[in-house]
């Protein structure tokens, strides 16, 4: 039996060529494309489609839906947090946040995650697999369409390694930034890698307008490879050249995020050491106070820890801030929600 098409991670160009091998008028691709970016359930749904054509698509392709399995909504902030269902069986978690400058959506690009962070609760490689680009996608479709607040920027630092899932990724963000679609520019997006040296230079070589966030963690190889397994096979000494080298090739200031682990990287020592690493170098350090993790040994700083490190990098010329935290009342960092149920379900 012939595999069905993931029509939803088509871009228009293959919508017409699909058209064209169907016996359709080229203009059936855009009628189709914008329906499917209004994140419609089903064929049926595209009322401007002939009976015939929907029928032909029900038959040659499929359209992927997540179920809400949960949601938690923040007393304090309003963040939403989502637990998506996918139709394998498996669930990823998709964080909405409300800024002054507009709706920010925290988005997965894995099922699990195979990079092994100590600090992080989606590590799973059991279970791990990549997104499709359309399931990338619904993640915010979904969640715009359940909340009623339209998103106005992207972060992929949900579930996942998203340079571990190239080529899924790259296709979403044309998706995601296309006119006829949700048209999120580039400019919008934020894409974290743990630091995959090769596909950092791969990513350099596209051009692209986004923010990339370097999840940095430690300011030398000893302690970053206790906490980072990634940072065994890309040490800081691969790591920080290729940055240099996607800075020069898109001239985009590079994000560095750095965890505040009580008595682990927020020492005074781990300061000197992050300011003789990125001093002359054009970016921003994100200091994130840890999200305690279940089962781990490792806490947050104190907030007068945190104020000091900041300063110290301030003080010695860098631009650093600190993430606020939303969702504080509903764990609202990604993989606890996930790792929660795959718990009960195995029970």
């Known amino acids: 039996m012939e595999e069905k098409i993931c029509i939803k991670s088509l871009l228009p160009g293959e919508l017409e060529q699909l058209m064209a091998e169907l016996g359709e008028p080229r203009y059936r691709a855009g009628q189709i494309f914008k329906w499917l970016h209004q ?18 698509l029900e038959e040659t392709c499929v359209l992927t839906r997540p179920e809400i399995l949960r949601k938690q909504v923040s007393r304090l902030d309003g963040t939403i947090k989502y637990l998506f269902g996918l139709s394998d069986g498996n669930s990823i978690e998709t964080v909405l946040m409300e800024y002054e400058h507009g709706n920010s959506i925290c988005v997965s690009t894995q099922a699990g995650c ?8 989606s590590f799973d490689p059991a279970r791990s697999r990549n997104l499709t680009p ?7 479709l979904f969640a715009q369409k359940d909340s009623g607040r339209k998103v106005s920027n992207i972060v992929l630092m949900g ?32 894409l974290s890698t743990c630091g995959l040296v090769p596909m950092i230079d791969e990513l350099a070589r596209l051009k692209l307008q986004l923010t990339l966030s370097v999840s940095l963690h430690a300011p030398n190889n000893e302690t970053r490879s206790s906490i980072m397994p990634v940072n065994r096979r890309y040490p800081l000494e691969e790591l920080m050249p290729a940055c240099r080298r996607y800075f020069k090739a898109t001239g985009r200031r590079i994000s560095f995020e750095y965890a505040m682990i009580r008595g682990v990287t927020d020492t005074r020592e781990c300061a000197r050491q992050l300011i003789g690493l990125l001093k002359g170098f054009n970016c921003h350090v994100n200091l994130i106070p840890l999200n305690h993790v ?8 104190t907030k007068e820890d945190v104020r000091r490190f900041q300063n110290e990098l301030i003080k010695n010329g860098l631009n650093a801030t600190v993430r606020r935290s939303l969702g504080g009342d ?17 029970q």
Not at 134 to 140: G, K, S, T, V, Y
């Open 39 to 56: 994140g419609v359930a089903s064929f049926d749904e595209m009322s401007d489609l002939p009976k015939a054509l929907r029928a032909r």
């Open 114 to 121: 195979k990079m092994g962070c100590v600090f992080c609760a």
């Open 134 to 140: 359309a399931e990338i996608l619904d993640e915010i």
């Open 159 to 190: 579930t996942g390694e998203p340079l571990d899932n190239f080529d899924n990724v790259m296709r979403f963000l044309k998706l995601v930034s296309h006119p006829d679609g949700i048209n999120i520019g580039m400019r919008h997006i934020s």
């Open 294 to 301: 279940e089962g781990s040994p490792l806490i947050p700083s």
């Open 330 to 346: 509903i764990s609202a960092s990604c993989g606890q929600l996930r790792r929660q149920r795959n718990k009960e379900v195995s």
